[in-house]
């Protein structure tokens, strides 16, 4: 154990190291060199986290000091990375999804020149950095560290291609709406310090007796604002769908990996606070299930296959947040993972879909794809199958625990649910059978390139491919084959104390058989309709009309943001601008400095020449400070 706390500080170094390697060498490193320093770097971290989990795993946890951060009279904050359970489980899922998304990166970004592929590298390096920050810190100022430097990570890769002001303002987006959620973040700090005096886990945890109810519900509200940013919640969600603005890889990091999930380890992390806060769990259940639906029911009538896997991220995402309002914490972190298998497989395929078709993104121009692409047709149904939630795959684990534990919790939100499984398994094989299926409807110049991607994209894919298979069977529930919740046993120490003080919701083995059937039976019932219906899909023009048109458009969100939010600030800027700004600022400023002008020209008069002049003035001067003198 006293080598693995040794090398710890590696895990977030090591991509460190290959951020400024490849950031300060960019004009001078070849694209192999450059791709082989950001993917060695996030494998070497990868291994260390192995071993990590290992000795976590055999029962060592662990709070390393590194040194005083913060060291003031009222306020000690120290630089200490907290190694458990739960953090040891998002080291695998950051850097092990990670490199595979950096290898797949070296062949997908190859036509960069080689000092933007460098700088691609540098930035994806310094993603994983942020995120590995975050899921270390062993207080809430550590974690917001990494937490704002995945916002600018966020930002510099999703405006990667720069030159389309389009990119920029979808890079723009995700920057300003994060801050949003981050100042409610910052916020519950700064209660938190003024309550505990600490930002600890450990000493917050342990003298979370100190808070009222009142402090709790404030804290841990102000904290869910900041996961809706984070992890694209109503109403902080629309930047994602923007994100698809970066590069494909991009988009796998963001939605997979890094990012999206750091909402979800913060409630995790703090789930005592939260399990003491019935109210604040009562909004989150109920935000992440409007989420889901909300987003589910967009991404039925989108046509761009990475706003499709983008609007489903925000429906999977409320899924966890749905797990997280019931209690179901176990549940929620075991979604994270499944979802990290199978969202990056299929944002990862869907880029090779991309890359053979000349950049295409449109569904509509795609079709047959799996007589030229194979391996990536294979991955991928494998991907839309998880997702779906059809057994064994592992979606289908971790979806329904989250269900099973929203019955028992609430029926209705149970029933939301499943609805919202119902519509992602229509809307994700609609994707795949529009994509993979029926005739091709592309261009003959498209149809002519037409090929499987190379070894470095669809190796990746065939591992993700397997997790997204095999990856749930660590949380196979008591009532099938009477499987251990391999999972839940290895998390219940970070669950432990809120599970003594959630009231238990037992539900019997029957019922649990009931509630997979309605489940997988709807999704499958939903995915063989979409199958049937767009399999032969033939292209055409169609006008959207009532509900169609509203799904279509997003609901309007953004233009009702625009609306009630950016139009009236534009307003009130301009206001400020021109009124407050030009006439009664600079007026003021400008005003002083005429002032002062026109005073040194009338005073320089005084200086005439003439010797009776300024005996006069000096005759008047004594007059006055006689008269002064005489009356005070």
């Known amino acids: 154990m006293n080598n693995i706390i040794q ?24 694209k192999t060199l450059s791709g082989l320093i950001g993917s060695a770097v996030i494998l070497a971290s990868f291994v260390i986290s192995a071993c990590v989990f290992l000795s976590v795993k055999e029962g060592n946890t662990f709070i390393i000091h590194y040194f005083e951060f913060i060291n003031t009279v009222s306020l000690n904050v120290h630089f200490d990375f907290q190694i458990d359970q739960l953090s040891s489980l998002f080291l695998l899922i950051i850097t092990g999804i990670g490199f595979l998304i950096h290898v797949y990166s070296t062949s997908y970004m190859h036509e960069e020149p080689s000092k933007d592929f460098a700088k691609y590298f ?12 975050l899921v270390l810190g062993g207080n809430y100022i550590i974690m917001f560290i990494g937490w704002e430097g995945v916002g600018l990570c966020s930002y510099l890769l999703i405006g990667f291609w720069f030159k389309n002001n389009d990119y920029n303002n979808a890079a723009k987006k995700a920057f300003i709406m994060n801050r949003i959620g981050d100042l409610g973040f910052l916020l519950a700090v700064f209660w938190l310090l003024s309550k505990v005096g600490t930002a600890d886990y450990h000493q917050v945890f342990s003298h979370v007796n100190k808070l009222s109810a009142f402090d709790i519900s404030g804290i841990t509200l102000l904290l869910f604002v900041g996961a809706t940013g984070k992890s694209a919640q109503i109403p902080l969600y629309t930047w994602l769908p923007d994100a698809m603005a970066g590069p494909t890889p991009v988009s796998a990091l963001i939605h ?23 109210l604040t769990q009562t909004v989150i259940s ?26 489903s991220t925000v429906s999977q995402l409320g899924y966890m947040f749905v797990g997280l309002g019931v209690g179901a914490y176990t549940g ?52 839309c199958l998880a997702i779906a939630g059809m057994p064994p795959f592992s979606g289908f684990f971790s979806k329904d625990e989250i269900l099973a534990a929203a019955f028992a919790h609430n029926p209705i939100v149970w029933f939301g649910g499943v609805v919202g499984a119902l519509l992602t398994a229509f809307y994700m094989f609609r994707l795949y059978a529009m994509t993979f299926q029926g005739k091709f409807r592309g261009t003959n110049d498209q149809e002519h390139h037409l090929h499987e991607s190379p070894a470095a994209i669809t190796i990746p894919l065939i591992i993700l491919a397997i997790l997204a298979v095999v990856g749930g069977w660590i949380g196979i529930p008591e009532v099938l084959m009477h499987g251990g919740h391999r999972l839940e046993a290895f998390l219940e120490p970070i669950f432990a104390d809120s599970n003594q003080i959630a009231v238990k919701h037992e539900l019997s083995h029957a019922t649990e058989y009931m509630l997979m059937g309605l489940s997988v039976g709807g999704a499958l019932i939903a995915l063989l ?8 899909y033939e292209k055409a023009e169609i006008n959207e009309t009532g509900i169609g048109k509203l799904i279509a458009n997003k609901w309007y969100v953004d233009e009702l943001y625009d609306k009630i939010i950016i139009q009236p600030l534009q ?24 002032a002062v002008h026109y005073g040194s020209r009338q005073i320089r008069l005084m200086q005439s020449g003439l010797v009776g002049t300024y005996i006069l003035l000096m005759v008047l001067g004594m007059l006055i400070l006689f008269i002064i003198q005489l009356f005070l």
């Open 529 to 536: 309709f979409a199958w049937k219906k767009f399999s032969q």
């Open 122 to 133: 540098a930035y994806l390096n310094l993603f994983v950095f942020s995120m590995l920050l």
């Open 571 to 594: 307003l009130l800027a301009t206001f400020f601008n021109q009124v407050v700004e030009k006439n009664i600022i600079d007026g003021l400023v400008n005003g002083v400095g005429k």
């Open 286 to 311: 109920i935000v992440g299930l409007l989420t889901a639906l909300l987003a589910a029911t967009i991404a039925v009538k989108q046509n761009d296959i990475k706003k499709v896997l983008a609007y």
């Open 256 to 278: 997979a990996a890094t990012m999206v999930t750091a909402g979800i380890y913060m409630i995790a992390r703090s789930n005592i606070l939260f399990t003491m806060a019935p």
């Open 7 to 30: 090398i710890v500080w590696m895990i977030p170094v090591l991509p460190l190291i290959g951020f400024l390697i490849n950031g300060l060498g960019r004009n001078n490193l070849s």
């Open 332 to 383: 929620a972190v075991f979604h994270v993972m499944t979802h990290a298998f199978f969202k990056a497989l299929l944002f990862l395929g869907a880029g090779s879909v991309i890359h053979a078709m000349g950049g295409e993104q449109d569904m509509r121009n795609m079709g047959g794809l799996k007589k030229q692409m194979r391996i990536t047709h294979i991955t991928f149904l494998l991907g």
